[in-house]
């Protein structure tokens, strides 16, 4: 199916899931977008996988030049399906296709900051620092926009295509700006506000710093309860000290902190070490474990798949990414492909799901949670098993 039919089947699929309630089951992998206060939609299952893959192969399209990051190119198809549903599915196509043939543009994107700092203004790597706004808006921001930054603010200009993937990029550069500066001041720490200015020459935007919610509709009861198990085994076991935790609580828990901690970094690099520090979490023996690569990749293929590698190549894939977390740990080498760093997101994201569903006391005829790792591996579910598997093995669509 060429690029433009799945296109279409995309738009075709999100059309569905708006129509059909009976597609909202839970366990189907889903993004719910909003599209004005009151107002979302969900894209899920099917739509989903394909909407990924379509945002890979926007991003990694070698025409489009710098600025357009994976992010960036999902947020545009969000907004193509959200003027498929409105406009239909040809006036969408044709707005994404015109806006992908243009080129990135420039913009400022600005963030209040508490520093301590002489009256002047530092440049620090890709980003600038003084005392209010700085030059180059398109016009003088109002009272209530001036009063966001009473003190200090940190800016940086950035070419891109959109104003969520400038903020994407700026968001790095405000990092790597605060990294070059912790060594003149081992106790502070820069505070950045929670406003955001942007433009881009012509129109500016502000509004409080901007992410996607945390949506639990399907995890929390109207009555305040956790519904899935693992989950809430996991709170239980959060409410412990970690000396009266077992080893897969502790094991599990200290996973989705990485898992967490490397949805949240804005560098590559910095995501794909904690996401490995989690796989290596779940799936390695404590100290002295040899040939660290090959035990984590044929763990970690045993119990998780990506469908669009066979399971020798993600073998090969998991050795591969290991390679660039030593390179990333030992060699102070950038790794910058974001694409793959997704994917092994994806990978400990399902993992820390199959970890925490062993601490379900019912994931077992026994009707008790794992405790070890020894335990878990040899562990023989109720559900059914994948021919030549340990256990059932959850797919990921990438």
């Not at 196509?93 to 243009?102: M, P, S, V, Y």
């Not at 790597?125 to 706004?133: K, W, Y």
């Not at 490995?276 to 293929?301: D, N, V, W």
């Not at 006391?361 to 070890?372: A, F, G, L, N, S």
Request: net charge negative; proline share 6%; with cysteine.
């Amino acid at each position: 199916m060429e690029s433009g039919e799945r296109l279409g089947y995309l738009f075709s699929l999100v059309e569905r899931n708006v129509s059909n309630e009976e597609i909202e089951q839970a366990g189907l992998p889903a993004i719910t977008i909003g599209t004005s206060p009151g107002q979302a939609f969900t894209i899920r299952g099917e739509a989903y996988y394909l909407l990924h893959d379509l945002a890979e192969e926007i991003a990694r399209s070698t025409h489009l030049g710098p600025g357009l990051s994976l992010e960036g190119a999902r947020h545009l198809l969000q907004r193509a399906c959200d003027r498929s549903l409105v406009d239909g599915a040809d006036a969408a196509a044709e707005w994404l296709r015109r806006t992908l043939a243009g080129s990135p543009g420039r913009w400022i994107v600005v963030r209040p900051l508490a520093i301590g700092m002489p009256e002047t203004v530092i440049h620090v790597g890709r980003c600038r620092i003084q005392r209010g706004l700085p030059p180059g808006l398109p016009f003088d921001p109002p009272d209530h926009v001036r009063s966001a930054f009473p003190a200090h603010s940190i800016s940086s200009e950035v070419e891109a295509w959109d104003e969520d993937a400038a903020v994407l990029t700026a968001t790095k550069n405000f990092e790597e700006a605060f990294a070059i500066l912790r060594p003149c001041d081992r106790h502070g720490q820069p505070l950045l506000g929670s406003d955001l200015l942007v433009t881009d020459g012509e129109r500016m935007t502000f509004a409080p710093s901007r992410g996607m919610p945390l949506h639990l509709f399907q995890c929390v009861s109207s009555e305040g309860e956790l519904i899935f198990g693992g989950v809430r085994a996991m709170s239980e076991a959060a409410r412990r000290p970690s000396s009266a935790q077992t080893d897969w609580e502790r094991r599990t828990i200290t996973a989705a902190r990485w898992v967490s901690k490397g949805l949240d970094a804005s560098w590559p690099s910095d995501a794909l070490v904690s996401f490995m520090i989690a796989l290596e979490a779940l799936f390695l023996p404590p100290k002295g474990a040899h040939r660290k690569k090959e035990q984590l990749s044929a763990a970690i293929s045993k119990r998780v798949r990506l469908r669009s590698m066979t399971p020798e190549a993600f073998r090969d894939w998991l050795k591969d990414v290991y390679d660039r977390r030593n390179d990333i740990v030992h060699e102070s080498l950038a790794f910058d492909d974001e694409i793959e760093v997704d994917r092994l997101g994806d990978v400990a994201w399902i993992a820390v799901g199959w970890a925490a569903a062993h601490l379900n006391p019912y994931h077992r005829r026994e009707q008790r949670p794992c405790t070890t790792l020894d335990e878990v591996l040899k562990c023989d579910p109720i559900q059914a098993k994948v021919e030549g598997e340990a256990e059932p093995t959850s797919e990921i669509g990438m």
